[in-house]
């Protein structure tokens, strides 16, 4: 069974770092798209960092660029979310989503019904 498994939420102080994982069983990330979201309360899903493992293509939200890093690695089967300079608005709910639809164009899905595969959310709190 293809499953995500995220982890490495937590509580921490504004300015400090947190790093999520988000490993894939049963298949690995090869051609396919992994993308971060995140939900906080009364607040819409947004997509945080998404990465296109068939074109090399990253994005990140104008919140966090500059601060987040999406990266693949553990034989391309986890991918990470290293999050640096954490603010209190970065308080949420963090789901990692993955599909493996083939796109041209390098097109890079953002939106959360473009993903097929969830993993269980991990909390983020980040205090002031």
């Known amino acids: 069974e293809v499953q995500l498994q995220a982890s490495g939420g937590g509580s921490v102080q504004a300015g400090e770092s947190l790093s999520l994982a988000c490993a894939a069983s049963?298949?690995?990330?090869?051609?396919?798209?992994i993308c971060w979201f995140r939900q906080a309360p009364g607040k819409e899903r947004e997509a945080v960092s998404c990465?296109?493992?068939?074109?090399?293509?990253?994005y990140y939200s104008d919140s966090v660029k500059g601060r987040f890093t999406i990266s693949i690695a553990n034989g391309r089967k986890t991918v990470y979310l290293q999050m640096n300079s954490l603010k209190p608005e970065d308080t949420a709910v963090y789901l990692c989503?993955?599909?493996?639809?083939?796109?041209?164009?390098?097109?890079?899905?953002?939106?959360?019904?473009?993903?097929?595969?969830w993993g269980r959310g991990t909390q983020v709190t980040v205090s002031s």
């Open positions: 989503a993955a599909d493996n639809t083939e796109y041209s164009g390098g097109y890079l899905p953002t939106h959360s019904w473009e993903y097929k595969l």
């Open positions: 049963g298949f690995t990330f090869d051609d396919w798209s």
């Open positions: 990465f296109g493992d068939m074109d090399g293509i990253t």
